[in-house]
């Protein structure tokens, strides 16, 4: 396997990122990987090839292929209704018919992440959702996001966190299991993820795993590994999962493997659905662009059509691109948010692709 460190440490030094790390993919698995910088700034601990990172949004298409495997099962299908899923759950008719499809297409009408999940409740007091376990917390959550009028007109593309909560939601309902217990024995495990989780793994005071940073101008600040400063794990379908740039591979390599027609634990013809962006007409335009966890896009170095998605818990930043023609998957991750961390993981992918 290559080792790309002589490419990350230019970049991690020159953007001041605490630390860099990145991975080229095959269908066949892992080519080549590289991790530099630090766990945490000032501490002197290097990362490693093997520590998690926080994918943020870059979890939707693990939300989605769950999805696909559920379908592929019977649990679910692509057209199942709001009305279906929760026949005892009063909501405003105009969700009733809104389907498992359209939320995973960020057609559901639910706000975007600029606007607030509730009227009249903050990000933190989305920690805070009444219940004891996280699939009471999401069913709360439910009973009161359904009865708020969407923000905007069902079946039109806006992106939305919600609708991954919603459709994990769904999946909690028809198996009784929490989306979390869902995507570790279905995803997780049969692709051999281990390191794959939602939580981090030190204490505030250990330095077991990258932390994440916050930059004021070209200062550096730490910020404990403390639930309260990550996503509310009711948004764990769409964006929390912590992996390694290992185990994230093998989640990719899956999908090139669904392109190639060799795909074991979903088929392709499942895949290949998960990578399609419908058409839908919006404002006399019709837009295409957003499959299921993916958007799809197109540049010079793909040979074609092109899965490309970003995270961020805007503490960290993850970044990935799939190019099925070519049979390669490259992505890049760092423990910081911010334009630094967008330009710094962007010129890693450039100049990786580049060079294979």
Known sequence: MENLNSILEPIQQTYKLPALAAAIVT?????????????KYGSGISVTVGDRFHLGSCTKAMSATLMGILVEAGTLQWRTTLAEAFPRL??????????????????????????PWLTGKTVMEMHDLPGSSIQQQRYAYLELALQQPPAFPIGEYHYSNMGY???????????????????????????????????????????????PHLRDTMTLELIP???????????????????????????????????????????PKTLRKLHTAPLVEQENIQIGHYAFGWVVTEQDWTNGAA???????????????????????????????????????NLAINRIHACV
């Open 27 to 39: 269908s066949d698995g892992m080519r080549a990987i590289g991790a530099v910088g630090e766990r």
């Open 90 to 115: 009063e909501m405003l008719p105009v969700y009733r018919q809104v389907t498992l499809e359209q939320l995973l297409l960020h057609q559901g009408g639910f706000p975007g992440p600029s606007q």
């Open 165 to 211: 909560v919603v459709a994990a939601a769904m999946a909690e309902q028809a198996l009784g299991e929490s989306w979390e217990d869902l995507i570790t024995q279905k995803l997780f495990q049969p692709l051999g993820m281990t390191s794959a989780g939602f939580e981090p793994i030190a204490s505030p005071d250990e330095v077991a795993e990258p932390w």
């Open 225 to 267: 590994l403390e639930p309260q400063k990550d996503n509310p794990p009711l948004i764990s379908p769409a964006g929390r999962v912590r992996c390694s740039l290992e185990d994230w591979g093998k989640f990719l390599s899956l999908h090139l493997q669904g392109e190639l027609g060799s795909a074991t634990l979903l088929q």
């Open 307 to 345: 899965l490309w998605h970003n995270g961020s818990n805007t503490l960290n930043y993850a970044l990935v691109w799939v190019a099925p023609k070519r049979n390669l998957a490259l992505m890049a991750v760092t423990n910081i948010d911010g334009e630094l961390a967008y330009v710094g993981t």
